[in-house]
């Protein structure tokens, strides 16, 4: 009998071996899933006490100058977000920390939870911006004022106030708003201004009456902004940068400053303790204080804060007065607010 030889030629054991090999990948393919796993994106977690329209284009801006990253951008009240961080520390969720008061910035310095920004150039800020500590930077200076929508006023048949006791007149009873200085520091620097200049018993008793005539408090800094614009109110007190925009949009407002100053306050930005080791968020830490901030200024009116940078002025006052905000420190504030009855 004879035995059918099984030799192969060198084509046909080039195709046995790529079927071999075929079928190694596919049997691979299937352990892992079908699919090649792809990277996992890196996310930055950034809270911010700003309005909604500068957060919506602070995550655009992000978006499009880090396509690779994801970005959670929330926006939390000033109060409430200091009082996460000052629970949380270290161990939080957040990575940045976008547009909160100086007041609740320094104790979360003293508190050691924030990161010592030692690469930062603090010679570009104006010097009144400049904290003692150097582990948050300004974000912002925010100016208040009393504004006024007069075609509320106009069809009411009353007349703009000229000072402060003015805006305890009954015929204002229900027109006039203002942020809950508990939950707001946009509304907490009208009364820390005017306790420094009047005293705080006088001051306490001024807001007392001046309840009479506000029809709520606002949860929020830009609320009373927000009720002059939909003709919720005739008069209230806000961030001047707020108003200067709703006249470039057209609305019928008005800012008025008393003899006694405007009231001011600063916001900082930094990041939390620790999550600098990511150089991912030293490098958007990095953005937004540079160029992003830089942009921001160019299209929203307020305050300047770096050195030789235009701030857009668009129906935005100059060399406004400032007010007394002399010991404006978060324990002045917690014994203030804490003969506050209002809410």
């Known amino acids: 009998m004879r035995i059918k030889s099984t030799k192969m030629n060198g084509s046909e054991i080039m195709k046995k071996a790529l079927i071999i090999m075929l079928s190694v990948l596919m049997t691979l393919v299937m352990f892992t899933g079908c699919t090649p796993k ?17 957060l919506e284009n602070m995550q655009t801006m992000l978006s499009e100058k880090f396509p690779d990253y994801d970005f959670v951008v929330e926006y939390l009240g000033t109060s409430k977000l200091a009082a996460k961080l000052m629970a949380e520390g270290t161990d939080t969720d957040i990575d940045i920390i976008h547009d909160l008061s100086f007041t609740n910035m320094n104790k979360l310095s003293e508190m050691g939870y924030l990161t010592k920004l ?149 916001y900082g930005q930094t990041i939390v303790k620790g999550k600098d080791s990511r150089p991912i968020v030293k490098e958007v830490f990095d953005y937004l204080i540079y160029d992003f901030r830089i942009k921001e200024m160019e299209i929203y009116p307020g305050e300047p804060v770096i050195v030789g940078v235009k701030q857009n002025i668009e129906n935005y006052p100059d060399d406004i007065k400032l007010g007394d905000m002399s010991n404006d420190t978060l324990e002045a504030k917690e014994a203030l607010l804490a003969k506050w009855t209002h809410s």
Not at 39 to 48: D, L, N
Not at 123 to 128: C, L, N, Q, T
């Open 38 to 54: 792809e990277k996992e994106r890196e996310t930055i977690v950034i809270y911010s006490a700003a309005n909604t329209k500068r």
């Open 118 to 266: 030692d690469w930062v150039d603090y010679s570009r800020y104006y010097e009144d911006g400049n904290p003692a500590s150097k582990d948050y930077v300004i974000e912002c200076k925010v100016c208040g004022a009393v504004a006024v929508n007069t075609k509320v006023l106009e069809e009411k048949g009353l007349p703009e106030p000229t000072c402060w006791e003015d805006l305890l007149k009954p015929e204002y009873k229900g027109l006039v708003s203002m942020s809950d200085p508990k939950s707001s520091s946009a509304g907490y620097m009208f009364v820390k201004m005017l306790a420094n200049t009047w005293g705080e018993e006088k001051c306490l008793e001024y807001f007392d009456k001046l309840m009479d005539n506000v029809a709520q408090l606002q949860s929020g800094g830009n609320g009373p902004a927000n009720a002059l614009v939909s003709e919720e109110a005739a008069i209230a007190l806000v961030m001047a940068s707020n108003v200067s925009e709703a006249i470039t949009a057209g609305d019928p407002l008005k800012l008025l400053f008393f003899d006694e100053g405007a009231p001011v306050a600063y």
